[in-house]
């Protein structure tokens, strides 16, 4: 046979194979402006990617306008901001809405940003009933762990349902709650505490959408049928893999025997998965690829526990914000193992599987126990310091694994013997948010607010305003304050107004105590000594200026730096440099921790050190940690930072060593 006639008949046979459709394939974009970050969704799109994933600006998402005093900093950093519906039609510009389904990553001001999207769909004529996408909208995750919270804890699950009964009616194809067990994950939970939070959450959310008596008992599984989730997927894959398995099943047993679901297609548990950023190494970057390739193979193998969409991150995402190439690279994962592998030509090739039962029956028991512990409690929002607790020690077990050895990480503490990376050397290897966007953007801002009809949005604000203090649905008063051209920061302050703030609790002060180690009992015999010769016990003050939400970090330096027998002041997330340097003064602290991860270190960094010196506090020495380049460490440095700490940086007892000399070395300065 000839080598055509060979090809063709491998051609026929190929064409007849029945494959499954292929999930959502994503990359989580958006930074600088919304002109810059609609040009790379229109890039990514031309390169096969088949749904958009919104990342936000820390701003947009606390419901601050670009030029608010905590804003300064954030402004375009992790995401794009979106100030008005002017900001979201440029960033959708040309993207027909009613084709393509968007995934935006929201949650304190979910309502808001749903309502600017629709506002959008409006005005470009996009059909609402033809809308598909999602918004995060999980607000129980950001008091454990992400941190993008604004209101307490009760008027959030209100704007939840009332996103929830709107869509619904409106929306109908829209996912309008996206139970997010991802950040869970990152702060350090257990596959058993992703499971038993994440369902804890989404009954806590249905619960609430039940009591309301908004949604007639015959509808009840339309609204079941439209919840979704977000997970995480970690370097265990087997492990994840029967977790995702878990969870299918879990939710299938919750949503018939608690709500009553008759229907399985409203049953099903539909899922999208952006896989562990967590376990993303510093000192190797170019292992990350490998990582995430296994990763998502957890969220992909099984094909009755396969994730609907995925999005991966970069692999050096451990160094700073990504490039497109980057983002494109691992664009191409993806699209490789979809299209080029035979995946998707088989059935779930996991049914049968002794181990696999095995495994998945065991974590389904553990997540029981869990949340039936959890409902003993009063439910999710009950839970919520115990929850936080538990994910602080679970982190801090982690930790403590990688210090010894226990859990082997490669190039981090083994296998560390290593050639230079041609691909992270130079100071293009990641992407860097030009400082002048924010200054551009807060000029666009106040021209948007100069030029709109101001009666119009005064209006339409006092309209939502009524609406939150009558109890009434949020959404159609939002969506119209979106078109009169109402900002993010208006639609935030008028709920603040009427709803409060909150502030989570930290886990740190209940956290077990770490394991003893010889290692830590020599930190604390220093701390012992230098502590005797300062006549007080040495006090650390740790401190999250701006929008930075990702406290996983602080809170470990918090609880090590206790347990290693330091006095620690840790009051959360998002302070303004003035009140981190006032309670410096206020409580007469040694020693001042910063953590940013959120690449605004260089501004908020400065301004700290300035008002420090303003105060007389040249004494006190400052460390900063966080993911941040070594051309910005020098930087950091040169205003006076004391030492700079990044993810390569694992063992907290040499950081507290470390922190215990500063100290002293200071004191003798002085």
Same mark, same amino acid.
């Given at each position: 046979?000839?080598?055509?006639?060979?090809?063709?008949?491998?051609?026929?046979?190929?064409?007849?194979?029945?494959?499954?459709?292929?999930?959502?394939?994503?990359?989580?974009?958006?930074?600088?402006?919304?002109?810059?970050?609609?040009?790379?969704?229109?890039?990514?799109?031309?390169?096969?990617?088949?749904?958009?994933?919104?990342? &936000?600006?820390?701003?947009?998402?606390?419901?601050?306008?670009?030029? *608010?005093?905590?804003?300064?900093?954030?402004?375009?950093?992790?995401?794009?901001?979106?100030?008005?519906?002017?900001?979201?039609?440029?960033?959708?510009?040309?993207?027909?809405?009613?084709?393509?389904?968007?995934?935006?990553?929201?949650?304190?001001?979910?309502?808001?940003?749903?309502?600017?999207?629709?506002?959008?769909?409006?005005?470009?004529?996009?059909?609402?009933?033809?809308?598909?996408?999602?918004?995060?909208?999980?607000?129980?995750?950001?008091?454990?762990?992400?941190?993008?919270?604004?209101?307490?804890?009760?008027?959030?699950?209100?704007?939840?349902?009332?996103?929830?009964?709107?869509?619904?009616?409106? @929306?109908?194809?829209?996912?309008?709650?996206?139970?997010?067990?991802?950040?869970?994950?990152?702060?350090?939970?257990?596959?058993?505490?992703?499971?038993?939070?994440?369902?804890?959450?989404?009954?806590?959310?249905?619960?609430?959408?039940?009591?309301?008596? =908004?949604?007639?008992?015959? =509808?009840?599984?339309?609204?079941?049928?439209?919840?979704? &989730?977000?997970?995480?997927?970690?370097?265990? &894959?087997?492990?994840?893999?029967?977790?995702?398995?878990?969870?299918?099943?879990?939710?299938?047993?919750?949503?018939?025997?608690?709500?009553? +679901?008759?229907?399985?297609?409203?049953?099903?548990?539909?899922?999208?998965?952006?896989?562990?950023?967590?376990?993303?190494?510093?000192?190797?970057?170019?292992?990350? #690829?490998?990582?995430?390739?296994? =990763?998502?193979?957890?969220?992909?193998?099984?094909? /009755?526990?396969?994730?609907?969409?995925?999005?991966?991150?970069?692999?050096?995402?451990?160094?700073?914000?990504?490039?497109?190439?980057?983002?494109?690279?691992?664009?191409?994962?993806?699209?490789?193992?979809?299209?080029?592998?035979?995946?998707?030509?088989?059935?779930?090739?996991?049914?049968?599987?002794?181990?696999?039962?095995?495994? #998945?029956?065991?974590?389904?028991?553990?997540?029981?126990?869990?949340?039936?512990?959890?409902?003993?409690?009063?439910?999710?929002?009950?839970?919520?310091?115990?929850?936080?607790?538990?994910? #602080?020690?679970?982190?801090?077990?982690?930790?403590?694994?990688?210090?010894?050895?226990?859990?082997? @990480?490669?190039?981090?503490?083994?296998?560390?013997?290593?050639?230079?990376?041609?691909?992270?050397?130079?100071?293009?290897?990641?992407?860097?948010?030009?400082?002048?966007?924010?200054?551009?953007?807060?000029?666009?801002?106040?021209?948007?607010?100069?030029?709109?009809?101001?009666?119009?949005?005064?209006?339409?604000?006092?309209? @939502?305003?009524?609406?939150?203090?009558?109890?009434?649905?949020?959404?159609?008063?939002?969506?119209?304050?979106?078109?009169?051209?109402?900002?993010?920061?208006?639609?935030?302050?008028?709920?603040?107004?009427?709803?409060?703030?909150?502030?989570?609790?930290?886990?740190?002060?209940?956290?077990?105590?770490?394991?003893?180690?010889?290692?830590?009992?020599?930190?604390?015999?220093?701390?012992?000594?230098?502590?005797?010769?300062?006549?007080?016990?040495?006090?650390?003050?740790?401190?999250?200026?701006?929008?930075?939400? *990702?406290? /996983?970090?602080?809170?470990?330096?918090?609880?090590?730096?206790?347990?290693?027998?330091? =006095?620690?002041?840790?009051?959360?997330?998002?302070?303004?440099?003035?009140?981190?340097?006032?309670?410096?003064?206020?409580?007469?602290? *040694?020693?001042?921790?910063?953590?940013?991860?959120?690449?605004?270190?260089?501004?908020? +960094?400065?301004?700290?050190?300035?008002?420090?010196?303003?105060?007389?506090?040249?004494?006190?020495?400052?460390?900063?940690?966080?993911?941040?380049?070594?051309?910005?460490?020098?930087?950091?440095?040169? &205003?006076?930072?004391?030492?700079?700490?990044?993810?390569?940086?694992?063992?907290? /007892?040499?950081?507290?060593?470390?922190?215990?000399?500063?100290?002293?070395?200071?004191?003798?300065?002085?």
């Amino acid at each position: 046979m000839s080598d055509t006639k060979s090809r063709d008949n491998a051609k026929t046979k190929t064409s007849k194979i029945q494959r499954d459709k292929p999930w959502l394939i994503r990359t989580y974009a958006g930074h600088s402006t919304a002109e810059k970050s609609n040009a790379l969704y229109k890039k990514n799109l031309a390169k096969g990617q088949t749904g958009l994933s919104i990342a &936000f600006d820390l701003p947009t998402q606390t419901g601050y306008d670009s030029d *608010h005093e905590l804003a300064r900093g954030e402004v375009g950093k992790v995401g794009v901001p979106v100030s008005h519906i002017g900001d979201m039609l440029t960033l959708l510009d040309g993207i027909p809405l009613d084709q393509m389904n968007t995934s935006m990553t929201i949650n304190a001001t979910a309502a808001w940003l749903l309502s600017l999207y629709i506002a959008v769909a409006d005005k470009t004529g996009a059909s609402r009933d033809k809308l598909t996408g999602t918004i995060q909208n999980d607000i129980i995750k950001e008091y454990l762990s992400r941190g993008t919270y604004v209101f307490p804890p009760e008027p959030s699950l209100r704007l939840i349902k009332d996103t929830i009964v709107f869509s619904t009616r409106n @929306v109908p194809k829209w996912n309008p709650t996206n139970v997010c067990s991802y950040h869970l994950q990152e702060a350090g939970a257990t596959p058993v505490q992703e499971l038993a939070y994440a369902l804890a959450t989404s009954i806590a959310v249905l619960d609430t959408v039940k009591a309301s008596g =908004e949604v007639p008992p015959e =509808e009840f599984g339309n609204v079941v049928g439209r919840i979704s &989730f977000f997970v995480n997927a970690g370097m265990r &894959f087997v492990t994840e893999m029967c977790k995702m398995r878990a969870f299918g099943e879990l939710w299938d047993e919750i949503t018939r025997e608690r709500y009553g +679901v008759t229907d399985p297609k409203h049953r099903m548990f539909r899922y999208g998965v952006q896989v562990n950023s967590l376990g993303l190494t510093e000192p190797q970057a170019e292992n990350n #690829v490998y990582r995430i390739l296994l =990763e998502m193979l957890a969220v992909t193998l099984s094909k /009755n526990a396969r994730a609907r969409a995925v999005q991966l991150p970069a692999w050096n995402e451990a160094l700073g914000l990504p490039r497109p190439w980057d983002q494109q690279w691992s664009l191409r994962m993806q699209q490789i193992v979809a299209f080029e592998t035979d995946l998707l030509e088989y059935g779930d090739i996991f049914d049968g599987s002794v181990e696999v039962a095995k495994k #998945v029956a065991a974590l389904k028991e553990e997540a029981k126990a869990e949340l039936a512990t959890i409902e003993k409690m009063g439910g999710a929002i009950a839970s919520i310091d115990y929850m936080k607790r538990r994910l #602080v020690e679970s982190n801090t077990s982690r930790l403590s694994d990688i210090e010894s050895g226990d859990l082997i @990480v490669v190039g981090v503490n083994k296998f560390t013997e290593t050639e230079p990376s041609p691909l992270s050397g130079g100071t293009d290897a990641i992407m860097v948010v030009d400082p002048a966007v924010e200054a551009e953007q807060i000029g666009k801002l106040k021209a948007w607010r100069e030029n709109r009809d101001s009666k119009k949005a005064a209006a339409a604000l006092a309209e @939502v305003e009524r609406a939150a203090k009558e109890g009434r649905n949020i959404m159609e008063s939002s969506i119209e304050a979106a078109k009169a051209g109402v900002t993010t920061g208006e639609w935030g302050t008028a709920l603040r107004k009427i709803f409060g703030e909150y502030r989570a609790p930290t886990g740190v002060a209940q956290a077990a105590v770490a394991r003893d180690s010889t290692q830590l009992e020599a930190v604390r015999a220093s701390v012992d000594e230098v502590s005797d010769r300062l006549g007080r016990r040495i006090k650390f003050l740790v401190g999250k200026p701006g929008l930075d939400g *990702h406290s /996983n970090g602080a809170e470990q330096i918090a609880v090590r730096a206790r347990d290693a027998g330091m =006095e620690v002041v840790y009051e959360g997330i998002r302070l303004t440099p003035g009140q981190i340097v006032r309670a410096a003064v206020d409580e007469g602290v *040694h020693v001042v921790g910063l953590s940013i991860l959120s690449g605004s270190h260089v501004p908020l +960094v400065k301004d700290v050190m300035e008002r420090m010196r303003k105060e007389g506090l040249d004494d006190v020495p400052v460390v900063v940690g966080g993911i941040i380049p070594p051309e910005d460490a020098k930087t950091l440095k040169a &205003f006076g930072v004391a030492a700079v700490y990044t993810p390569k940086d694992f063992q907290l /007892n040499d950081i507290m060593a470390d922190i215990v000399k500063l100290v002293d070395r200071y004191a003798k300065a002085a």
